[in-house]
Structure formats: C-alpha cells, structure tokens
C-alpha cells in the first residue's frame, strides 16, 4: 500500500511541472518563441507555438491518464482490502457468536453438575434440569422423559419446562418418538442408545406446525442410562436452526452422559441406603477390624446399639473388639483367627460368646473376610456379626430332646431304625433295634447291609429280601407288618420278631421297627399245650359222666318196673322230672 501512494505522489508531481512549463510558453515573456527563426515561410513560422502548444497538452493529458491509472488501482486495493476485512470482522463476529453460546452451553453444562451435586433423588435432579435448560435463552422447552421398563415402552413420566415467553402446555402436546423423516427418531435414540437431532424444524413435515407456532427450529433426542441400560431421554427444543453441532452438541451429549452418571451413582446410593436400612433392622452388625492386638474397630454398623453399646465407643478406640468377647471364649477365639490367617484362608466362621453393655450374656455367630494385601498381609476384617442366642437355645432344647429320645429308645421294648427311601442310607440305628437282630453296633449303613447281616444264608436271605421289597412297593400298609417272623441269629439264637415298616414319602424316609416276640410266642406255645391237656381232660371227664348218666338212668327204668318211684329224679327227662318232683 505505501508503493501505491509513493507512485501516486510521484506521477502527480510530474504532472504539476508539466503545467507549469506550458503556462509560461504561452504568457510569451520568455523568449523561447521569439528567439525561434522561421526557416520555412510565414506558414511555418505560425505553425510553430501551435505545434508546441498541443504537444504540451498531450503530455497533461497522458499525465492525468497516469493519475487516474494509479488512482483505480489505489481505489481497487482499497477495495479488496475493505472486502477481507469486512469478512474478517464478519468472522470474528460468527467466532463471538458461537464463543457466547459455547460460553452458555458450559455454564449450563457446570449448572447441570452442581444440580447433580446437590439433588438427592432422581425426581428433584430432573426437575432442577430441565429449569436450568430452559433457563438458556436459546433454548425454548426442555423434558426429560421415562421408560416405563428402560428403553422398550413409550414414555410414561415427563419432566418438563418451557421457556417464560412460551406456553408450556404447547410444548406438553409435542410428541416425543417422532419417527420423521428429518427427524429425531425416538427408537435410535431410546433403543440404540444413539442422540439424535434436527437442525431444520421447518423441513420436518410432522413439525413444522409446532415450530412456526413455538418458534423453535431445532430440536435433539438424548439417551439417558441406568445401569448400563437406555431409561429415558433429555429432549431439547432450540430457538436457532442449525442450533444442535459441533461443540455444542458436544457439550449436550456430555451432559447426558453426566445425567446417566447421576443416574447410575442415585441408583447405588438408594440401594445402598436400602441395605443400611435393612441392616440397620436386622440383627446383623458391620464390623471391620484391624489386624491388630485387641482387634480395633474401624468400623461399625449403628444397629451394634442393640448390645448397649455406640459405634463411637468403638471408632473412638475406647473399646476394642475383643472387650465384648466372653472371657472363657476369647483364647479360644484368638487361637482360631491366628489360626485362619496362618493358613491363608479367605473366609471364616466362628461361634463365640458376648457381653452387653447390660453384661448380659450372648452368642453371636461371626462371618468374616480377611483381606489383604499384594504381598499376601492382612489389612483388616469384614465381618458380619449375629445374635444366634435363640438359635442357640432352640438347639440346646434340640439336643436335650434327642437325647432324651435316644436314652427313651434305647431302652424301649422296640428296635427304631430310621433310613431314606431313594437310596436306603440309614440315618439312625438304635441301640435296641441292632440287639434284637443280634447284629454288631455300627453295622447297619443301608438296607443291603441289613439283610445282609441279619440274614446270612444266601437263600432265607433272597427269600425274606423279595417278600419284604415287594410288601413295601405294594404301598398296603397291612403288608408292611410282619408278626412272629422265625429269626436265627448269627449266634445261633432262636428268636421270633414282629417287624413293621412306616414309610415317610414327602420326607423321603423309612421308619423301621422291630419288637422281640420270643417270650410272647414261647408263652403262646406252652398256653396252647395247656389248653391241648385240658382239652383231653374234658373229654375223658364228660365220658365218665356221660356213663354215670346211663347207669342212672337204667336203675330208674327198672324200678319204674317194679311200679317203685325213681330214685335218681336228675336222670329223668325235664317234662317227667317236673311231674315227679313234689
């Protein structure tokens, strides 16, 4: 540019001289035509000055040619000049503009985040969004809306806003799963998990109603997840078109993901909540101890209050682990977790005895995880603690009971035998039931051991076994009665049995009893010889009687003969008996 003015000053200044030169041959003062001599007439001597004369003005004229040459291209480099910087400030003001609303998205994008931050439900989050998205004023109407099983249902919950100019119920009617053809399908972004947006409302045919009548000319479809899983959308209406690229769609999807992120933290936080409170109900206390002597507690569920004791007594260090431990069963409890971590063992239970802050006495049943290090050390305990008092005392009263029953059996008059009825594993043999058998202690695992032992000939024993199988496979309790059954013991013993079987099918059990009848039948064997002997004796008795009848009766003949009266009336039969008797 300064070569353009450097030429420019110097072709006028040729032209200012020239000018001035022509003055003075003209004035005729200086004698330049008088000192000329004509050499050719009166005609050339006129024909001189007028020669000079337009010789002078052609060189004005190409001089200001020349001016104006320089002064166009001078003109032409102020003009391209004009037009790059008119398109340079044209720039920089679209730069501004997309600067100021890239300027608005973040803070949108922070406000979003400090919503996150603060709200503590899921309802409460959306809500302060889509106030916050509307709140941009290029934005006309925000929603957020949910899934009613994340991502195969319409949307069934609307979180929505509008603008202050605009009415909210316009934007109410809008249809959120637009499946236009330039438009924001609702399934790619709802199934897919992919946002989708339209920069032209007004070219979408199902919109551009609602756009020449909102005003808005863009809109995007956002995906929100939970767990992995698409559950709603963060729906967005923009006043500009061409609103939704490049780092504000960015910026907008960035959003989205943070949301899904809250999502996904609020989800954990409620059922991390649910569990504390299910906890906090339960008789399970959270510990978590440090590998260290009196095991320090390093954490602790509140519900420990139910022993009378607060978790700051013990995250305070006033009172260790091992303080509530009983006192008989803290060695013990020592020597086992020494024990468990020697052996490099993950897990462990244990069974031990507590006090209360009451000094009451409990049982507690202590599940807990050791966890350590990279190098194999033990950092610290997780342990799950739980009042097992009642349990405790139900199986005391169990076991008194069983042995009780055990001591009833063992001397009761019957044998008991208790097995399974899929596979005949014995599970409980009385002493009584192995006596009467004549059977050594211990020998009865199953049923094949029973015939087996109780029955050694090969051939009573196939026998007894099919009569007794088929019996039971009839399901006729009748038939699972044996009484007096012969029984000839390993030890040569003679005895007679009544066996029964009861089955259990629901519990898959087999109650089995058996009852040494020997006495009963050797006394039915000496009964049934005496009743034999009596059973002679009558008749010889009734055959003397029956002779002394005869001969009664034949003496009352013949004095009835001799015209004398009977002297044996009994002799007599009924109907004379009565005559004769006065």
Not at 291 to 318: I, K
Not at 403 to 415: F, Q, T
Request: with cysteine; hydrophobic share 45%; proline share 5%.
């Amino acid at each position: 540019m300064g070569i353009v003015l450097v030429m420019l000053a110097a072709a006028f200044s040729s032209v200012c001289a020239q000018g001035v030169s022509i003055e003075e041959g003209v004035a005729g003062d200086a004698p330049v035509v008088s000192d000329v001599q004509p050499t050719g007439g009166d005609d050339v001597a006129l024909a001189t000055p007028l020669e000079n004369l337009l010789a002078h003005d052609s060189s004005i004229g190409l001089g200001w040619l020349a001016a104006g040459g320089v002064l166009l291209v001078v003109l032409l480099a102020f003009w391209g000049q004009y037009r790059r910087l008119r398109r340079r400030l044209e720039r920089m003001a679209v730069l501004a503009e997309s600067l100021e609303r890239q300027k608005k998205i973040y803070t949108l994008l922070s406000q979003t985040n400090q919503a996150i931050g603060r709200c503590i439900d899921r309802d409460g989050l959306f809500n302060a969004v889509v106030h916050i998205a509307a709140a941009h004023d290029e934005i006309r109407f925000a929603s957020i809306g949910l899934t009613a099983t994340g991502g195969t249902s319409p949307i069934v919950r609307r979180h929505a806003k509008s603008a202050e100019d605009v009415d909210p119920e316009v934007f109410q009617a809008l249809p959120l799963e637009t499946e236009g053809p330039s438009g924001y399908p609702y399934a790619e972004a709802v199934l897919q998990g992919n946002y989708s947006v339209s920069n032209d409302l007004l070219a979408d045919a199902q919109l551009k109603d609602t756009a020449a009548q909102t005003g808005a000319r863009a809109a995007g479809l956002f995906p929100l997840r939970c767990a992995g899983r698409v559950v709603g959308t963060f729906h967005l209406y923009a006043e500009p078109p061409g609103f939704f690229q490049g780092d504000v769609l960015e910026t907008l999807a960035q959003i989205a993901t943070d949301l899904s992120f809250a999502l996904d933290n609020l989800e954990r936080k409620n059922a991390l909540t649910t569990v504390t409170q299910v906890v906090e109900a339960s008789p399970v206390v959270l510990f978590r101890w440090l590998p260290q002597a009196g095991w320090p507690v390093a954490y602790v569920s509140e519900n420990v209050a139910r022993w009378g004791y607060a978790a700051a007594d013990f995250l305070s260090g006033d009172l260790a682990y091992s303080d509530i431990i009983h006192p008989e069963d803290r060695p013990r409890v020592e020597v086992e977790v020494a024990a468990q971590i020697n052996a490099k063992e993950e897990a462990y239970l244990q069974k031990y005895r507590i006090r209360t802050a009451d000094r009451e006495t409990l049982w507690v049943e202590d599940r807990s995880l050791l966890v350590r290090d990279a190098t194999g050390n033990v950092t610290h305990f997780e342990g799950l603690v739980v009042d097992v008092t009642e349990r405790e005392r139900i199986d005391a009263e169990s076991q008194r009971r069983k042995a009780l029953v055990e001591v009833l059996l063992a001397h009761a008059p019957i044998g008991l035998a208790i097995s399974t009825l899929s596979d005949g594993r014995r599970i409980f043999v009385g002493q009584r039931f192995e006596a009467i058998y004549g059977v050594p202690t211990g020998s009865l695992n199953d049923v094949e051991d029973f015939f087996e032992q109780v029955y050694p000939d090969p051939e009573t024993r196939q026998a007894i076994r099919d009569r007794v199988l088929t019996d039971i496979a009839s399901g006729d309790p009748a038939r699972m009665r044996w009484e007096d059954l012969p029984l000839l013991t390993r030890a040569g013993a003679q005895r007679y049995i009544s066996a029964s079987n009861i089955p259990l099918p629901d519990q898959d059990l087999m109650i089995s009893t058996v009852q040494d009848v020997t006495e009963r039948h050797e006394v039915l064997a000496r009964l049934a010889e005496q009743v034999e002997e009596l059973r002679r004796w009558q008749e010889a008795t009734l055959g003397r009687e029956l002779r002394s009848l005869e001969l009664k009766q034949e003496v009352n003949a013949l004095l009835a003969e001799a015209g004398q009266p009977p002297r044996y009336p009994s002799a007599l039969p009924e109907a004379t008996r009565n005559a004769v008797t006065p």
